[in-house]
Structures are given as C-alpha cells and as structure tokens.
Nanobody, 123 residues
Framework: QVQLVESGGGLVQAGGSLRLSCAAS????????MGWFRQAPGKEREFVAA????????YYADSVKGRLTISRDNAKNTLYLQMNSLKPEDTAVYYC????????????????WGQGTQVTVSS
C-alpha cells in the first residue's frame, strides 16, 4: 500500500501561484510513476501532469503546459505541482496518484490516490 496526502491548496487570485505537495508513505516512492489530476464541480476528473520514476520524463495536459510544472524529490518521498499564472478555470480539487508502470494520463491505471486538496482561483 502507498498512502498519499496532498497539501498546499488554497484561494489565490488569477495570475497568482501555488505549490501543491503530495507526501507519500508506505512502499518505496521511487518505484512509482506519479500523476496529478483535478476535478472541478460538475465535471469529470481530468489529467494534469505525470512524471516518471526518477523524474526524467514528464507529460502535461495541453491546458496546463507552460504554467504548471510537475517534479518530485525521491529523497523526501514527495511529489510537487508548481502552479503559475493561475486562471479561474484551474479551480478544482487536485489529486495525486501513484502507478507502478508508466501510464501517463490514464487515470484508471493508477493504483493509489490521495484525498485531494482544493484550489480556488478568483477572477
């Protein structure tokens, strides 16, 4: 089992920045590819970004390219999402997820999920 706990969400004005963290415990963090997903009210969960085991490969949804950056620190068992130039449409609950294989944007392939952290961007 892998336990994932997100933090860092909050209320920010459009154009502002936030950094989300996802603390992992349980099994060896570096054995897992990680992803960020989000779900806005009334909408389906959508892929945001993914990162490989060592962090050498990343993959982003087109809607966030150039504004959001995924990274990880395997020594600290922590995943990050740096969010810059935030827009109201980024408002959602953000979830981190772990997969033993490289599954990219395929949410159903992730094995473990956190409980989510709310991000609200005001206009």
């Amino acid at each position: 089992q892998v336990q994932l706990v997100e933090s860092g969400g909050g209320l920010v004005q459009a154009g502002g920045s936030l950094r989300l963290s996802c603390a992992a415990s349980g099994r060896t963090f570096s054995n897992y590819c990680m992803g960020w997903f989000r779900q806005a009210p009334g909408k389906e969960r959508e892929f945001v970004a993914a990162i490989s085991w060592s962090g050498g490969s990343t993959y982003y949804a087109d809607s966030v390219k150039g504004r959001l950056t995924i990274s990880r620190d395997n020594a600290k068992n922590t995943l990050y999402l740096q969010m810059n130039s935030l827009k109201p449409e980024d408002t959602a609950v953000y979830y981190c997820a772990a997969a033993s294989l490289w599954v990219g944007a395929s949410a159903r392939e992730y094995n473990y999920w956190g409980q989510g952290t709310q991000v609200t961007v005001s206009s």
